[in-house]
């Protein structure tokens, strides 16, 4: 039997962690814009909905939505990076946005609120880089939009498959050597 579990979803949350990340470094090391890079977005966002759609083939996440609902928000996503990427007033900000409002809508699909959350602060963090134009916000904010999103892989982690327990400082053939009672208390005054 194959559970289905929103926990799932860790996977590609990391990996948008992971992308924003990357893209801090790359517009530090091209020293352009606001900290976001707008053709990174959309080549790196793309190669991430392939490897996340093999990821949720292989563990499929809870789907409550009706399954044309997923694919019209992934091609909508894709549509709508493309075309904010070449819009030159939203600073190289638009995918990135994009990407917030996505998470926004899939954690609706998905009936959970800590997806919408996380969506929430990614779409206001990219706001916050079209509407700033000084490049240490902007690398700034990928750096916060990666811890975020890290966070909220890590919550849905530990929502599938739970915390770890610590290990027991004891001896293993102690364990079950219990007895009620002990014969030599009773000859004791």
Do not use: C
Not at 9 to 24: K, Q, R, T
Not at 80 to 101: D, E, Y
């Amino acid at each position: 039997m194959q559970t289905r579990h929103i926990g799932n979803n860790w996977v590609p949350l990391l990996g948008m962690s992971f992308l924003f990340l990357l893209g801090s470094a790359i517009s530090m090391m091209t020293l352009r814009g606001n900290g976001a890079s707008s053709g990174f977005f959309v080549l790196a966002s793309l190669l991430l909905a392939v490897l996340s759609a093999a990821w949720l083939w292989k563990n499929p996440s809870w789907w409550l939505a009706p399954r044309n609902h997923y694919l019209y928000l992934a091609g909508g996503a894709l549509v709508g990076m493309i075309l904010v990427s070449l819009i030159p007033f939203l600073n190289g900000a638009g995918p990135w946005f994009i990407l917030g409002g996505a998470v926004i809508v899939y954690g609706h699909f998905e009936r959970l609120r800590l997806l919408m959350t996380i969506g929430g602060a990614v779409a206001f963090t990219g706001f916050l880089t079209m509407v700033i134009h000084a490049d240490v916000w902007g690398g700034a904010l990928q750096l916060l939009t990666a811890a975020l999103l890290a966070f909220g892989s890590n919550k849905l982690h530990v929502l599938r498959h739970g915390r770890r327990r610590e290990a027991q400082d004891s001896d293993p053939d102690f364990i079950g050597s219990f007895e009620e009672f002990d014969p030599d208390e009773a000859l004791r005054p």
